[in-house]
């Protein structure tokens, strides 16, 4: 019923926008967004399974004259641009039910290409309407950009698209041939979040030799321990337990305590003047926000995700530390009981990360 009714709102649409995004997890996927400004309404059309296969046969699809040449000589290597597109243009069938990559060709008596070094564009106003020409001049011959037969009415009835989709160098390039090569109306605007994200993590890995990378891994092993191992929620609980074992057999006095005291008021942007801040530094240590409520994780390796949580998660670095070490004998010892079997317990793995 969802499909069918996209294909009632959509199928008359002709300006059309479309936000894509393809995946890899598992099978590579193109998930998108329709939107139509007329109709004011927007949807999810079908998920499209992208092939994976880096070879192409002639038979494999609607190519142009060109791909299916490159592709008998065996000479196609990548086509992941090539198949990107392909999905998205199903899409918009799927959603439409007519509407493909097509609809969006441009009839060849409009003049929509780039002009040439001798020719530019200048609009008269004729009849009381502006009338848009190309000018060349050095044969002084003007052509009209649309027919003169061409009503504002059947200007109209033509197909557009705006494309939203990933700034990388598949997606830019599938853009660059639908809009130059095959003269489609098609407009491609790029998320400049998904590369920023590459491109920080690439500085990353490099920078310091790695230094940062690592220190980056670190962190999002970190704040992601309430949901661990395996996505269980285990180590949540015995967070709990640590804390509260903590609680029970330390005071403010105690020398652990008092070592780390600075660094963990430093870390709330505090300081430790008397020693009343310090007991009152103590007792908030039972409201830790990361051992009171589970919360979320941030992805992996994502810098942006990260920085979401970092105010919160970046004040309890030093407590956390402070906790894990109380304990370390007691995981030490436990290890040793554990190795007679064969394996260490992870706990004493998120020890010596944090440590």
Known sequence: MYYDLQELIFGKAKKLCIAADPSGYGEKTLVSILWSPKMKAACYPPVQIIPCSNLMSPLDGDMTDRLRALAQKQRLQRVASYREWQALSHALFQATGSVSLDSFAIPADIIWQRVSGDDQRSTRIEDNNAVAYVFNRATKQRRHVFPPAMTSEELEMLHQLTVA??????????????????????????????????????????????????????????????????????????????????????TPDDPIFRNFADHIASDRGTTVESLEDRAALFSSLAELPSFTRKGVAPKMMRWFSVNDLWEERSQEFYALKMILQHCSGSFEREANKQNEFGFVPSWLFVWKVIL
């Open 165 to 250: 989709m990933d700034s990388g160098s598949t997606g830019r390039a599938g853009g660059m041939f639908a809009v130059h090569k095959l003269e489609m109306n098609v407009f491609v605007v790029y998320d400049k979040i998904h590369r920023l994200i590459r491109d920080v993590k690439l500085a990353a890995e490099k920078a310091a030799g790695g230094a940062l990378y690592r220190a980056l891994l670190h962190v999002c092993f970190v704040f992601s321990l309430n949901q661990r191992p395996f996505g269980s929620g285990e180590w949540f609980h015995k967070k709990q337990e640590l804390l509260a074992f903590f609680m029970e057999t330390t």
